[in-house]
């Protein structure tokens, strides 16, 4: 049978991460012929990038599938290419409800040097928890007495310790304190932010778990989109091909040059141009947009044309975007006992609850919460994964590697007691420093709300103008309303603007159109 007239539609993906990808998958799958990916860089997977740290695959981007389970499509898609552990595929695994915390087996290193017997800590690790999970109320009841997570948590957090721990002495108060101190700032590595005082207290319950314990690919997160590129149409990707603006048709009559100083004119046939930073000209009917938020946060005046209608821009502006980084190491032995999954640091002078430094340039190693153990040391050799958020992580990422290497060396002889301790070698990622990127995830931030991520992922043009329907879409992790910052979500949102393609070209196309679409794993 011929092509069917609804099938030719000229779709342009801007973005070739797994939202890209997904949405490219799903419209080819369906029949559609003309579909063509625009990347910017040289390599596709975008925030999912595998590295190595000599021998070993280190994750440089998305670390974890969160909440493998049957719900997860990553999860899924994982099992089908086989790329995952029998351990991770169990029903046992699939089964755990963590609630997006994974119990790591912990280690407590104090600064005035040696460890903590984890016993004592476990009253401040279950009061935090009890009050995070306070927070997450106020996304469904409404009512929260402050603003940001940073401010309850603040509030709250010592008037319980205080009640709760009052028969202990005081050193050990302190000490407990200085724990939550970090805890706040693993929460910062967990949102993506600066400062939990960033982060909405009525919006942070928006993100959904899923059931399942974390896990990981034996062999590099990049090989779910290696698997998945191989069923793209060869050539269907223009790597390093930047995009300068998308030009649309907001329907508005008479001259359009008020709207932007760079405005193309439209052609008869398609609504749409993308004009590239090389000079092309892409012509289109619809555009799928999965660019990072903090990308589109830092270039949205110029990116489209005529730029974005208010409430949606507002909307961007609100969305928070932040960086989190990792700092991978490289030891002969391992310093840490066999069971331990996660150092934490604690800072005896810090127990203030503040989970920013008071100066980056000088501080900013205090913004390092610690440390996950890369397991088992069959696959990675002793390698320990730093984690650091905010805008001290940001001014890591433009220090010398040997200066960040050398600050964290001392740290660790202070904090383990163990003056000849050396790292072997060092990676770091550089999230805010990516161009295209901007940095690493977004967050609800304060001010935000649901209706901020419904604006999103709005198409272009609104839906009460003349002009020819769904023009810009806009997909990835920002856009989800309920599993931002994760990979599922990004791909669920390629998913979702590639089906509102198909529901637009089924429904607007003739009876004889309508046989059902060819058949998909996506």
Known sequence: MAPLPNLEAKIVIVGCGISGIGAALKLINHGFKNVRIIEATGRSGGRIRTGRLGSNIVEIGANWIHGPSQENPVFRLACHYGLLDAESMSEENQAMDVGGHPPFVPSFLRSSGGSVDPELMVPAVELFSRVLETCQGFSSGGGEPVSSVGEFVRAELPRLAEDEWREEGAGLRELRMSLVNTLLKVECCVNGTHSMDHVGLGACGLYRTLPGLDCTFPRGF??????????????????????????????????????????????????????????????????????????????????????????????????????????????????????????????????????????????????????????????????????IAGHESEYMESLPEADVLNTITQVLRRFTGIPSLSVCR???????????????????????????????????????????????????????????????????????????????????????????????KL
């Not at 190491?329 to 920013?356: G, M, N, V």
Request: glycine fraction near 6%; hydrophobic fraction near 35%; charged fraction near 15%.
């Open 222 to 387: 990049e090989g779910l989109i290696d698997c998945l590129m191989r069923e793209l149409p060869e050539g269907i990707v223009s790597y390093n091909t930047p995009v300068r603006c998308i030009h649309w048709a907001d329907g508005r009559e008479g001259d359009q040059t008020h709207t932007h100083p760079h405005t193309l004119p439209q052609t008869h046939t398609h609504p749409v141009q993308v004009e590239c930073v090389s000079g092309e000209l892409v012509p289109a009917d619809h555009v799928i947009v999965t660019i990072p938020l903090g990308y589109l946060k830092k270039h949205h005046s110029t990116l489209l044309s005529p730029p974005l209608p208010l409430h949606k821009l507002q909307s961007v502006q609100r969305m928070g975007f932040g960086t989190n980084n990792k700092i991978f190491l490289e030891f002969a032995q391992p310093f840490w006992a066999p069971p331990t999954e996660a150092i934490y640091l604690l800072w005896e002078d810090e127990d203030h609850l503040r989970d920013t430094v008071p100066n980056t340039h000088t501080q900013w190693v205090r913004k390092l919460f610690g440390f996950t153990v890369l397991k088992p040391a069959e696959r990675y050799g002793h390698v320990l994964c730093g984690w």
């Open 426 to 520: 060092m990676l770091r990622s550089q999230w805010f420093s990516e161009a295209f990127t901007c940095g690493s995830y977004s967050y609800p931030a304060t001010g935000c709300s649901a209706r901020d991520i419904t604006h999103l992922a709005e198409p272009l043009p609104q839906t009460h103008t003349h002009a020819k329907p769904l023009q810009v879409l806009f997909a990835g992790e920002a856009t989800h309303d309920s599993f931002f910052s994760t990979v599922h979500g990004a791909l669920l949102s390629g998913w979702r603007e590639a089906e509102r393609i198909i529901t637009h070209h089924s429904s607007s196309s003739s009876p004889s159109s309508s046989s059902p679409p060819l058949s998909s």
